[in-house]
């Protein structure tokens, strides 16, 4: 493709490790972009974890250059724009009190029915995102290591996932990260979100490029590649930051 006008990540296990901040590296390296295209970051994790994972490692970039960074948590049903000073929603599409009543119970119980819930885990198993739930099955602070051997055939995803989806049908359940189950309103996933983005900036989604370690047809970035998307997959940050030392010297510089 000819030079992107925005490129956008995927954030666990593509900038950053999973539920772990951005390295320096990736920090300066999101910086230098900034300086040519605009950036968007995409994922499951709530707003709180943008914040603390990426937000909070570029405290000391320009505010003119912050301005090209677009955030979308929960898959684009929350965007985030900053306004000169701090990051702020530009739409939040939250699930309603009884939508997130019924998401919580059923995965609760479908869990439990299957023999899915962890009596030790590593914090909370359920987690209210406003326009998500998620179900993290080890826990939300589960170590990677653990995660990758949980559920490594995605079996046990994949029957949570029907269990609940048959108990509610007006909603979104569909597997997430590698221990994950999300939920959100109908039609919601990173699909959604990037269009989302290509109708807030113009820019059309053959014109964006799009970094993500799940492009696998069932991984939760495959729906970006899925929808026209020029996409690169990747494993890990470094494989992220190493292709994005060979992309950045064919960008031209705008400021």
């Known amino acids: 493709m000819t030079s992107p006008s925005l490129i956008a990540f995927d954030l666990d296990d593509t900038l950053a490790p999973s539920k772990g901040t951005i390295d320096p590296q ?28 990426v937000v909070a490692q570029l405290a000391g970039a320009d505010p003119e250059a912050l301005a090209r960074l677009h955030l979308l948590p929960t898959c684009g049903t929350r965007y985030l724009r900053h306004d000169g000073t701090d990051f702020v929603a530009v739409y939040a599409h939250d699930l309603s009190d009884d939508e997130k009543t019924a998401a919580l119970t059923a995965l609760r119980e479908e869990a439990e029915r299957l023999g899915l819930w962890e009596a030790e885990p590593w914090g909370e198993i359920l987690e209210d995102r406003g326009s998500q739930i998620t179900f993290s099955a080890l826990g939300q602070q589960a170590p990677r290591d653990a995660k990758h051997a949980w559920d490594p055939t995605g ?101």
């Open 26 to 53: 990736i920090a300066a390296l999101l910086g230098e972009l900034l300086r040519s295209v605009e950036v968007a970051i995409i994922s499951g994790g709530n707003e709180a974890q943008f914040r603390s994972q």
């Open 155 to 255: 079996s046990k995803r994949g029957a949570l996932r029907d269990a609940v989806a048959a108990r509610l049908p007006g909603l979104e359940v569909r597997s997430g990260g590698s221990t994950s189950i999300d939920i959100t309103r109908a039609g919601i996933d990173k699909a959604f979100g990037m269009r989302q983005l290509a109708t807030h900036t113009g820019i059309d989604l053959t014109a964006m490029l799009f970094y993500g370690d799940r492009l696998d047809e069932g991984g939760n970035d495959y729906p970006v590649l899925a929808l026209g998307v020029p996409s690169v997959a990747v494993e890990g940050w470094e494989d992220t930051a190493a292709r994005l030392q060979e992309l950045l010297p064919t960008l031209s510089t705008r400021v």
